[in-house]
């Protein structure tokens, strides 16, 4: 969009969303833009499994080594320090979905999964949202994640990038524009609108109040 933005949509106001790890350079130059930029708060979810089930000791981490599953696995280290001592990371990674299911069958009980991307297993086959169900189906420990399409296949829930939302809050965006509000007087959302989200049948499985 921005490299033939002059040649096919000259003067046209640009509303983006979904856009993952962003910074201002991204677009230096650029007129007549805004937008909300979407992101993942792994904080927030970790937080969430503290406060659900604070018997916590282990969390075993699923994410694949995707560009995106690589910056997210980077944030998560950055994290880490400040739970040393009370809680330890597990990461379950470079593996087939079933090697997968087969280690979620051997968590200890004083343990949670965390989903991160998993988008593609080490045999290169591609993973949907509604695969974690085979994952989930064999886990001995609620499992928790990142993003809204996740909800339903499986996972407790936690702090959630919701799809709807992001498409939601640039539909208000572009409404603004349409009656007359100039594109660079709306500031660009630099916090992706997250929400808590849970799965009640999961809740019921764990015995999650």
Same mark, same amino acid.
């Given at each position: 969009? !921005?490299?033939?933005?002059?040649?096919? +949509?000259?003067?046209?106001?640009?509303? +983006?969303?979904?856009?993952? %790890?962003?910074?201002?350079?991204?677009?230096?130059?650029?007129?007549?833009?805004?937008?909300?930029?979407?992101?993942?708060?792994?904080?927030?979810?970790?937080?969430?499994? =503290?406060?659900?089930?604070?018997?916590?000791?282990?969390?075993?981490?699923? %994410?694949?080594?995707?560009?995106?599953? &690589?910056?997210?696995? *980077?944030? !998560?280290?950055?994290?880490?320090?400040?739970?040393?001592?009370?809680? @330890?990371?597990?990461?379950?990674?470079? !593996?087939?979905?079933?090697?997968?299911?087969?280690?979620?069958?051997? =968590?200890?009980?004083?343990?949670?999964?965390?989903? &991160?991307?998993?988008?593609?297993?080490?045999?290169?086959?591609?993973? @949907?949202? *509604?695969?974690?169900? +085979?994952?989930?189906?064999?886990?001995?420990?609620?499992?928790?994640?990142?993003?809204?399409?996740?909800?339903?296949?499986?996972?407790?829930?936690?702090? &959630? @990038?919701?799809?709807?939302?992001?498409?939601?809050?640039?539909?208000?965006?572009?409404?603004?524009? !349409?009656?007359?509000?100039?594109?660079?007087?709306?500031?660009?959302?630099?916090?992706?609108?997250?929400?808590?989200?849970?799965?009640? %049948?999961?809740?019921?499985?764990?015995?999650?109040?």
């Amino acid at each position: 969009m !921005l490299k033939y933005r002059n040649a096919l +949509f000259p003067g046209v106001p640009v509303v +983006f969303c979904g856009v993952n %790890n962003y910074h201002d350079t991204v677009v230096d130059g650029q007129k007549n833009i805004t937008g909300v930029v979407e992101g993942v708060d792994v904080a927030a979810t970790i937080e969430t499994i =503290l406060k659900i089930q604070p018997a916590t000791r282990q969390i075993n981490v699923i %994410n694949d080594t995707t560009e995106t599953g &690589l910056a997210i696995k *980077q944030s !998560l280290l950055e994290l880490s320090g400040r739970y040393a001592g009370q809680i @330890s990371f597990n990461f379950l990674e470079g !593996l087939d979905i079933k090697e997968v299911q087969e280690e979620v069958q051997k =968590l200890p009980d004083n343990s949670v999964v965390l989903l &991160l991307p998993f988008n593609r297993d080490k045999s290169g086959n591609v993973i @949907s949202c *509604q695969d974690y169900r +085979f994952i989930a189906d064999k886990s001995k420990v609620p499992i928790y994640g990142c993003w809204d399409c996740d909800l339903g296949n499986g996972i407790v829930g936690g702090m &959630l @990038s919701s799809g709807y939302t992001q498409g939601e809050t640039a539909a208000n965006m572009a409404g603004r524009i !349409l009656r007359g509000e100039n594109a660079d007087h709306i500031p660009i959302i630099k916090i992706s609108p997250n929400r808590y989200m849970f799965d009640y %049948n999961q809740m019921k499985r764990f015995n999650i109040e």
